[in-house]
C-alpha cells in the first residue's frame, strides 16, 4: 500500500507487547483460502509454498521480482490471507467477492490514520467507513452495521449527530478499533486464529510480482 514496508491487516488485531505490528489481514466467506489468493493475486499461476511465519515471509519480498507475500488459513467460516509489504489493501477490486462471495478489508493504517473498514459482496461494495473522522459510510448497504456500532458507542445516534462524546469521554484510537472489530466479529460471525497468525506457521503465496496500484 506504499505508506510502510512493515506487515499491516484488515480485520485485525494489536499483536501484544510495545513492539508488537499491526497485521493486515483480508478475509473472505465462500472461497477457499487459495482460491482467495487467485483473486488478489497479480499473477497466475498462483502456488501455495512451505508454511512461514511473518518475519520469514516478510524477507521473501525483494521489491524487485516479489513486492508482496501473503500467509493463508481457514478460521470457521472465514479464509484468510495475512500480506506483507505490497498490498492492493484498499484498491483492491470488488470482483474479488464475485459468485456469491463476501470478502472483509480492515486497514488500521496506524503510520497514515484514518482507520477504514470495507466490505464486499457479490462482486460490489456494500461498505466503507473510516474511523474517528465522523461517521460517512458508502456503498449499496450503508448502514449495515450503524445500529451495532451506535450501541457500541462507537457513533453517536443517527437522528441525534450532536451527541457526541464529551472530550474526557472520547474514546481512543485504540479502543474505537477494538469496538469496532467486535463489532464486525460478531456481525459477520468471525473468529480468526490470532495466536497462529501473529506468530505461528502459515503457507505463504506470492501475491504480487508487481508494484500496487497505490505506489
Do not use: N
Request: aromatic content about 6%; proline content about 9%.
Amino acid at each position: 500500500m506504499g505508506r510502510s514496508t512493515g506487515s499491516r491487516c484488515a480485520p485485525p488485531w494489536r499483536g501484544a507487547g510495545p513492539s508488537a505490528t499491526d497485521l493486515y489481514i483480508t478475509c473472505a466467506r465462500g472461497l477457499s483460502p487459495q482460491q482467495l489468493a487467485e483473486r488478489m493475486a497479480d499473477h497466475e499461476p498462483v502456488e501455495v509454498g512451505p508454511a512461514l511465519t511473518i518475519q520469514e515471509a516478510h524477507r521473501m519480498v525483494d521489491l524487485t521480482q516479489v513486492y508482496c507475500v501473503g500467509r493463508i488459513g481457514q478460521g470457521g467460516d472465514w479464509s484468510f490471507i495475512v500480506e506483507c509489504v505490497g498490498s492492493e489493501g484498499w484498491s483492491l477490486d470488488p470482483a474479488v467477492s464475485r459468485d456469491g462471495a463476501e470478502v472483509l478489508l480492515f486497514d488500521p493504517r496506524p503510520d497514515d490514520p484514518p482507520s477504514f473498514l470495507t466490505y464486499l459482496a457479490d462482486g460490489e461494495l456494500q461498505l466503507h467507513f473510516e474511523l474517528g473522522f465522523g461517521y460517512d459510510p458508502v456503498g449499496a448497504r450503508p448502514d449495515l452495521l450503524r445500529p451495532a456500532l451506535e450501541a457500541a458507542g462507537v457513533i453517536p445516534p443517527e437522528d441525534d449527530i450532536d451527541d457526541l462524546l464529551g472530550d474526557d469521554e472520547e474514546l481512543s484510537t485504540v479502543e474505537e478499533k477494538r469496538r469496532v472489530l467486535k463489532v464486525v466479529g460478531e456481525h459477520f460471525g468471525l473468529s480468526l486464529p490470532r495466536q497462529v497468525i501473529e506468530s505461528g506457521q502459515l503457507p505463504a503465496v506470492v501475491t504480487r510480482t508487481s508494484p500496487p496500484s497505490s505506489w
